[in-house]
């Protein structure tokens, strides 16, 4: 079923997270208004482990402040919507306001943040150039 992020980039996910594969390479989280939401909650055990596992996780707009709300960007350089509402968003749990870059998207450790999805060219570099390819 197709899905569209506030900004109106429409994708037909490959997967749902109730049957996301183990062998896949990156978790692209696009932007909406559902990320303050109990749903989007049950998203904070994905992210975790993608992240134990050393695989890329993409943060579009306010899928950046949820990523926030967890502490996730507490040790990365990160963009967003803005800082104010990283802020709003995390509250007590973003604590690195020094991380924030006032840049369309950001790459630091295996985290991408972008502040919106017209910045798709820089979201597509920075999260597919780090991803191993196989040869044959």
């Not at 990160?78 to 840049?103: A, F, S």
């Not at 630091?108 to 999260?127: G, R």
Request: with cysteine; proline share 4%; aromatic share 12%.
């Amino acid at each position: 079923k197709e899905v569209c992020s506030i900004g109106g980039f429409r994708t037909i996910p490959d997967y749902s997270f109730r049957n996301l594969p183990e062998d896949y390479a990156a978790l692209i989280l696009i932007g909406g208004m559902q990320w303050n939401t109990p749903v989007a909650e049950s998203l904070v055990p994905i992210v975790t482990k993608a992240l134990q596992q050393g695989k890329i996780v993409g943060a579009i707009c306010n899928a950046a402040s949820f990523m926030a709300a967890h502490g996730f960007l507490n040790h990365v350089k990160h963009t967003g919507n803005t800082k104010e509402q990283l802020k709003l968003w995390g509250k007590e749990n973003y604590t690195n306001e020094n991380g924030y870059i006032e840049k369309q998207c950001v790459y630091d450790k295996n985290i991408v943040t972008a502040n919106d999805i017209w910045s798709f060219v820089e979201i597509y570099c920075s999260c597919y150039k780090p991803i191993p390819t196989k040869t044959l």
